[in-house]
Every structure is written in C-alpha cells, then in structure tokens.
C-alpha cells in the first residue's frame, strides 16, 4: 500500500495539482487550496479532522491520500539557559537538529538544510559528519512547524510570537540546497502563511560565491557569511571551500548582494580560535576586508566538541578584538554562548546519520516487506 503523500512543503501551484489528481473538482479547488494553506500554515493543524469547516467526504479523502505529519522525533532537550534542541528523524538513517533559542527581545530558531555536510569546515562538529542528502522543503518546513507545536505557538499571526527569527544556520550548507530551501523559505516569509518577515530571516552560507546573487534576488532574505579567517592561506585550513571560493571573490560577491544596505547589513560569522586567528593584526585586516560593505561582525566564542582541534580565545583577548572592530564603526557583539550543555551552540550539532548504500538499502527495504507480509497474515 502506497504510504500517503505529505503536503507540507507544497506550493499552492503543487498543492493544486495534487489535489487535482486526488479527484477534487475543478471549480472547487481554489477555494479547497486556500482552505488547507490557512489550516496547515497559519493554524498548525497537525491532521485534517482538526479543520472543522471543511466538508466530511472531503476530509475523508484527504486522510486516505494525503498527511501533515511532521518528523518524528528523537530526542527533545532543553538547555539550563532555556536553549532547546530537537532531534528529528524522516525515515532510516535520515536525523537532522533543529535548536530554538529564547531571548529577551526574539525568539530565533536555527534550521537545517542537509543531513550532515560536505564543507569539513574544522571548527564545526556538522562537518565531521558526511553528507547524507539534501532536506526536502517538507523537512525544511517540518523544523519550524515542531518548534511551533512544542512552544503552544500557533496561530502564526499570532502576537508576541515564540519563535520570531529563522536563521539557515544549522547542520548543511543550504546554498548546496538552493532549490529546497528557496522553496521552505518562500512558504515561512508568506504573509499567508507562517508570516515571518523578510527582515527576521537569515540565510549563512561559508561562500559558495556562485550562489549568492541567486539568494539575494530569488529569497531575498538577509545574509550571513561564515568568515572565520582574513587571509587565504588560513581560511583555506579552517573553511576549505575557500579553496574553490577565496576571500577577494567572497567580498565582491557581499559588495553587490542585492538589498545589501545600512538597514540590511550582511553578517560576517567569526568564531574566535585560540592563537589561530584571534590577533589585534587580524582584527585590524578584517575591518580592512569589510571596508565599503554594510556589515554587522559576530564574533562566536569557539563552542568545543568531542576531539575538536581548536580552543575557545581567552575572554580578555575577544574583548580586545572586540574593541578594534567597534573603533572602526562596525557593531560587533559577542555572541553569547547558548545550550553548550545539550550540544547545542553554533558549530555543535551533529546527528548519527550516515549515508545508506543502495544494497544495503535494497536488502533493508525487502526485509521491510517480508516482514511486513508475516505480520498482515499473522492472526488477530
């Protein structure tokens, strides 16, 4: 028996079409479209018995074709500071995180866009973890939408909403998965929909320079760089797609990001190592590197992980970086460490995924329905 389609995830072009092919007809389907959007997205219903004004045999066919299901998941865990940390699961072998973090003023949830990565960046926990593949929009979506469950944050245009940022900051490089997330993230900044603003969404990529021009005009979202170095022969070390990417081509790609402006400034990630890249001589080179770019500079204390190579800057020495990049008029908070106690803090998260061979798949799935045989002709 084929296992029911989700919609979470579908544009309302695809969410047509599908139920075009489920048999609804055409002068119903508008209205069937509109109905469905607002209930999934701006009312968080989890399955279709929840939406009421919709007609029975309607509701009837949808649960036979069609799911809202979100990921299962793992584990839920919530840090001593509040941090809150999910991992999430699609099918064998597929984990990926999820982190919420609550502030004063925000809530931002930090989302995933592969399971595991192919960057190798040496600070990140993620890239000791291969890529296993890219997150479909559906699991993109899904992340936000558990948050929202577990936080009581519904309906999304709600006041005093929990979780009011979006940052593509978790495990992958979501510029890998430009078409994936382009297409979650399209959904999250609906005004119909889960209706964050533009403003409170925040795409990180290390640099894939090709595919920043594309975020900016097609997601159009604000834009994080993960910098960590001044010189090449460095960042290539720490971030190795510099190789590919150096910085020169990077900030030029930053230069011209359109919407890129005071009111929009790109953020430059530099997680602050220990005697690697930590000195008054590379503060200085990274106000330099950033001169002429409407920039915001975080400096990330390294958050430490098991067989990690590199050690978190002396404090007294962060705040002296600090010092020389606010002198030259960039703000550049410090970026205070969260959920370090749950693995959760930037450059931490991790799942156990890894890449399923197809013959070991191929095996898996006919032991799947050999057993799944036994059981349908097992006695009640």
Known sequence: MTSPATLIGLDRAALKAALAEAGVPDKQLSMRVGQLWNWT?????RD??????????FRTLLEERFTLARPD?????????????WLLRTGPGIEFETVYIPEEDRGTLCVSSQVGCTLTCKFCHTGTQKLVRNLTPGEILGQIMIAKDALADWPSTAPDRKVTNIV???????LY???NVKAALAIAMDGDAIALSRR?????????VPMIPRAGSEIGSGLAISLHAVRDDLRNEIVPINKKYPIGELLDACRSYPGASNARRITFEYVMLKDVNDSIADAKELVRLVKGIPAKINLIPFNAWPGAPYACSDWSQIEKFAEVVNRAGYASPVRTPRGRDIMAACGQLKSESVKERA????A????????????ARMPN
């Open 177 to 179: 998965n430009f078409d």
């Open 41 to 45: 997205y701006v009312h968080g219903a």
């Open 48 to 57: 279709f018995a929840a939406m009421t004004n919709l007609a029975r045999d």
């Open 364 to 375: 898996r799935e006919a032991l799947e329905q050999v057993q799944s045989g036994q059981l």
């Open 73 to 85: 998941i793992v584990t839920a865990q919530v840090s001593q500071d509040g941090t809150r940390k």
């Open 359 to 362: 013959s070991a798949r191929q």
């Open 200 to 208: 409170r969404v925040t795409l990180s990529t290390a640099g894939v």
């Open 168 to 174: 593509m900051m978790g495990m992958g490089e979501p």
